[in-house]
């Protein structure tokens, strides 16, 4: 019953693939194949929950195979249950030895917001599968969310050299974002280049890149080109309204930048680094109680924002009455 269930799973017979594994697990619950397979099977009839309870029990009786406690903490992951799967996958046997479970473990700390320890368990995973690529530049992008930008671009070095690998857009603008963050605005200025002339002129992210490098070294004629082309590229993207915001600040022409964000918002919709731009134009402006209410309006929208958030402190000691 488990190898004709393989097979309806392959012809995508899902019906018959199920009654195939049932009779499959009636003959023997403890049947590992089986279990595995009726996993697959719920997963592609949208049965999460079942899907999961297969899985878990095919790990269950197969402690050190890692791929079924894979197949279950994704699941769980899926289901919005992070902490459940981290818990599931690091009580696994297979965990300390398994580059899947490390990764996946990784990706968890991710989304809990943990990446100096989703770090730590991608160079475990490196260390175990020292040749997957996938897993350096889970490692790259993880260290990027750290902080840690001289190790992510070394590491997306190492990717870029491989000719698998050449010319890869994801990694070139990981690439770059780290070379801007390591103040390497020339470096980073010609793999954006690179990309816009590669990708075509309706790469926004390309030209934010551009703009951003250029803001960076006082190139105003190519940062108001490369600005111009992103809102024209794609006038929903705040991106480039910011930037434009940002130089028109630069150069104290606040009013001009007020309108540039009042813009952004009609066009983007609201936005909470928008708002948190815009808190910081009307400050400028001295109207600091309409800069208060674009302050907590970009909390609301994102309670995380730094921007505004540093807004909201600014503002209240202006706020503190003088004995």
Sequence with gaps: ??????????RGLMGEALLALKRAVELDESAVEAHYYMGVVSERLNEPERAMTHFARAAELEPHNPQHAVAAGEMLVDMG?????????????????????????????????????ACDHFQRARLLAPEDGAILADL?????????????????????????????????????????????????????????AREGASDARAWIGIARTAYQIRDEKTFRRAASRVISIDPQNPEGYMLYAAIQRDKEMFGQ??????TALMRAGRHADLLAMRSLVLA?????????VAAQAALELDPGSAAAQRMLDRLAVVAVPVD
Excluded: K
């Excluded at 799967?85 to 917001?113: D, K, N, P, T, W």
């Excluded at 491989?162 to 103040?183: T, V, Y």
């Design 1 to 10: 019953p488990i190898l004709e269930g393989r097979i309806a799973i392959e």
């Design 81 to 117: 249950r992070p902490a459940e799967a981290r818990a599931f996958l690091e009580a696994s046997e297979s965990a300390a030895h398994s580059a899947g479970i490390q990764q996946l473990l990784g990706h968890i700390a991710l989304i809990e917001g943990d990446a100096d320890l």
């Design 140 to 196: 790259a992008d993880a260290q990027m969310e750290a902080g840690r930008f001289a190790d992510a671009e070394t590491n997306l070095s190492h990717l870029l050299r491989d000719p698998n690998n050449a010319g890869r857009p994801d990694l070139l603008h990981m690439q770059a974002e780290c070379l801007l963050a390591l103040n390497r605005p020339v470096e980073a200025r010609e793999i954006y280049r690179q990309l816009s």
């Design 257 to 262: 930048a007020l309108e540039t964000l009042d």
């Design 284 to 292: 400028d402006l001295d109207r600091d109680d309409e800069a208060l």
